[in-house]
Nanobody
Framework: VQLQASGGGLVQPGGSLRLSCAASGLTFSRYCMGWFRQAPGKEHEFVAG????????LYGDSVKGRFTISRDHTTNTVHLQMNSLRPEDTAVYYC?????????????????WGKGTLVTVSS
């Protein structure tokens, strides 16, 4: 199984980025997907999650109203659209997959993890 995250980079406060995570080696529709982040010196934080067919989405309190998670079954990709970015959003962002009906909301609760992509929000 491979989860390849991309789309990170440097952005100014108030700007936007779109992260993508391409999944391979698994049956994409059997997995709920999630995004987590880890800032320096901090624990992994739940950012967003989406159910197997996208009918349910969950968000961490700090990103509600600013971030949107989606998935594309034609490309086996999950996206995270991040708007109104703040310096405190700076972190390495990881995508994760969990087989079954439960959206992963804890990092250790996922079955597979990608390597992460760095997002830096700074002027």
């Amino acid at each position: 199984v491979q989860l390849q995250a991309s789309g990170g980079g440097l952005v100014q406060p108030g700007g936007s980025l779109r992260l993508s995570c391409a999944a391979s080696g698994l049956t994409f529709s059997r997995y709920c997907m999630g995004w987590f982040r880890q800032a320096p010196g901090k624990e992994h934080e739940f950012v967003a999650g989406i159910s197997r067919f996208g009918g349910t989405t969950l968000y961490g309190d700090s990103v509600k109203g600013r971030f949107t998670i989606s998935r594309d079954h034609t490309t086996n990709t999950v996206h995270l659209q991040m708007n109104s970015l703040r310096p405190e959003d700076t972190a390495v962002y990881y995508c994760a997959a969990k087989r079954g009906e439960t959206i992963p909301t804890s990092y250790s609760g996922a079955d597979y993890w990608g390597k992460g992509t760095l997002v830096t929000v700074s002027s």
